[in-house]
């Protein structure tokens, strides 16, 4: 029954109701809902197909698409907000899946203006740079130039985090009302593009993603501007069906591992006061589990791995075979 669900809820219908207005419900869910509230006013109710729902996208949300990605430095938000320390924008046209201009800018925090460590590193940005930068208005009024240049109706971004950062910051720095079109047209399609490949519900690091797809961008991830292109690459791959069927099998069958793995694991942290004369032959146990156990039954896989890391952490280790032994999720 919850795949019946799940598989309904990645499909698309179109609403149209007597005075010709349409509306767009994503799963079979969203039907009842949809008939309460607008009793007696409906004319017609038809699925919508990935393809028709491109076409239903382009008619209604325009020709072109944005790929955005920004990069922030969080904070302690008792005392300091996250805030937005880079933004890198694609544009593509919807039809042909093309790239027509790109938009890469740092942007200078008002508040939080000191770059942690774990920030710098993996972005590797350096103080200097954001200090210099533009500020948060200058940069953004640039983005709406280019959204009404291509008339953006709709922006694509990977996670749940950037909507929600950017219309804070805008809160933050007291912008005009109207830069908040910019935040109203992000869509978050982290979850889309996982299920579509995968058929449930779950995510994947974008950087996992474009591996399984066989996609790549020139430059480090972690850069806005690279990571929107990435998540570009990964969508236009699918929406072409360009998916590496071998890649994908292999993924697919780790993603069960894991699945069961983590269903199998008993512990969390690792335990203290584990005797140590008792740790060698501990070990010894999960050499002679990796190396006896033989099964082609992915199953039985996560269980003994979930088992080994288990031993792992009742000794006081920390848990590393689920790491090692995963290459594409």
């Known amino acids: 029954m919850n795949r019946y669900r799940k598989e309904h809820d990645n499909k698309w219908y179109e609403i149209t109701l007597k005075d010709e207005s349409v509306k767009l419900v994503k799963g079979q869910q969203s039907i009842p809902a949809v008939k309460r509230k607008y009793k007696g006013q409906i004319r017609s109710i038809r699925r919508i197909s990935m393809q028709g729902l491109q076409g239903w996208q382009k008619e209604r949300l325009g020709n072109y698409i944005a790929f955005l990605d920004l990069e922030y430095n969080t904070g302690d938000q008792n005392k300091y907000p996250t805030e937005i320390i880079s933004v890198g924008i694609l544009i593509v046209e919807r039809k042909s899946m093309k790239e027509k201009e790109s938009y890469y800018s740092l942007v200078r925090p008002k508040f939080n203006t000191v770059l942690n460590p774990y920030c710098m590193e993996l972005t590797g940005l350096r103080q200097v740079e954001v200090d ?63 299920f579509t490949l995968f058929g449930k ?26 990571d929107a292109r990435l998540l570009y690459l990964c969508y236009r791959a699918v929406i072409k069906g360009e998916i590496p069927q071998d890649r994908l099998s292999m993924a697919r069958e780790e993603l069960l591992i894991r699945e069961v793995y983590q269903k199998s694991r008993k512990f969390e942290e690792p335990m203290t006061g584990y005797p140590e004369e008792k740790k060698q032959a501990a070990y010894a146990l999960i050499e002679e589990l990796m190396s006896t156990v033989k099964t082609d039954s992915l199953r039985e896989k996560g269980k003994v791995l979930a088992l080994c890391d288990d031993i ?13 032994y995963f290459h594409w999720i």
């Open 132 to 194: 210099h930068a533009p500020g948060f208005g200058r940069v953004f009024r640039e983005v709406l130039d280019l959204y009404r240049k291509w008339n953006i109706r709709q922006t694509f971004v990977f996670g749940s985090a950037d909507k929600p950062v950017f219309l804070d910051n805008l809160l933050l720095n007291e912008e005009e009302e109207e830069l908040y079109r910019i935040g109203e047209g992000m869509r978050d399609i982290s979850l889309q593009l996982f």
């Open 312 to 324: 792992l952490l009742m000794t006081g280790e920390k848990a590393r075979y689920q790491r090692e």
């Open 201 to 226: 519900d779950g995510s994947l690091s974008l950087e996992k993603m474009g591996r399984i797809l066989n996609v790549s961008v020139d430059g480090a991830l972690h850069n806005a501007l690279n």
